[in-house]
C-alpha cells in the first residue's frame, strides 16, 4: 500500500463525513441576500478537499512511479464514490434534477462494469483524458451548488446550474468514448 493509495482510501472515508456534516442544522448565513446553510459551506469545504486529494495522489504517484493497478482501480471507484454521494444529497436539497443524477449515476454505473468486465479479462484501465474532464467538471458544478451559486448568485448569474449541464455533457461523452475504446470487451466474451 503506497502513498497515493492510501491517498485515495482517505478520499473514500471522507465520504461518510460529508454526508454526516450535509445532515446537520448548524443555522444558516445570511450573505448579502443569500442563504447558505452553514453545514453546506462546511461540507463544500470537505467535499473540495476530498476532490483535491485526487490530483495530489494522481500527481504523486506519475512523479514517483508508483502507479499501481489497485490505484488505477480505486482512484476513479472514490470518485464515483464522493461524486454519487454528493449529488444524491444534492437532489434531497431540491438543488440539482433527479433526472439529471439519475444520468450522471448510471453512466458511473455503466463505465464501472465495463471496468469489471475489462479486469476479469486481465485488462486495467486507467482514467483518459476526456474521464478526468468529465470529474472536474462535475467536482466544479457540484462544489458551485453546494456553496448556493455563491459569489455568482450576487450577480444573477446561474454559475452552478450551468456547469452542471457541462458536467451532464462531459459524463455522457466520456461514458460513450469509453464504451466505444472498448467495445471488444463484449465481442470477446461468451
Known amino acids: 500500500m503506497?502513498?497515493?493509495n492510501k491517498i485515495t482510501i482517505s478520499r473514500?472515508?471522507?465520504i461518510p463525513v460529508f454526508i454526516i456534516v450535509m445532515m446537520l442544522d448548524w443555522g444558516v448565513w445570511h450573505i448579502n441576500g443569500v442563504d447558505l446553510p452553514i453545514s453546506h459551506f462546511v461540507g463544500a469545504l470537505i467535499f473540495i478537499i476530498a476532490s483535491t486529494t485526487d490530483w495530489v495522489d494522481g500527481y504523486y504517484a506519475r512523479k514517483h512511479n508508483l502507479v499501481t493497478n489497485l490505484g488505477k482501480f480505486l482512484d476513479p471507484l472514490a470518485d464515483k464514490l464522493l461524486v454519487s454521494a454528493a449529488l444524491i444529497?444534492?437532489?434531497?436539497?431540491?438543488?440539482a434534477p433527479a433526472w439529471i443524477v439519475i444520468l450522471i449515476i448510471s453512466r458511473e454505473f455503466a463505465v464501472t462494469g465495463l471496468r469489471?468486465?475489462?479486469?476479469?479479462?486481465?485488462?486495467v484501465v486507467a482514467a483518459?483524458?476526456?474521464?478526468?474532464?468529465?470529474?472536474?467538471t462535475q467536482i466544479i458544478a457540484i462544489s458551485a451548488l453546494l456553496l448556493h451559486n455563491l459569489p455568482f448568485e450576487w450577480i444573477s448569474f446561474p454559475f452552478a446550474d450551468l456547469t452542471l449541464y457541462v458536467a451532464l455533457f462531459f459524463t455522457l461523452w466520456s461514458g460513450w468514448d469509453y464504451f466505444a475504446k472498448n467495445k471488444h470487451a463484449f465481442s470477446n466474451s461468451k
Open 2 to 4: 503506497n502513498l497515493p
Open 12 to 14: 473514500i472515508c471522507m
Open 89 to 95: 444529497i444534492l437532489v434531497d436539497l431540491d438543488a
Open 116 to 123: 469489471l468486465i475489462l479486469a476479469g479479462g486481465g485488462e
Open 128 to 136: 483518459n483524458q476526456l474521464g478526468k474532464i468529465k470529474t472536474w
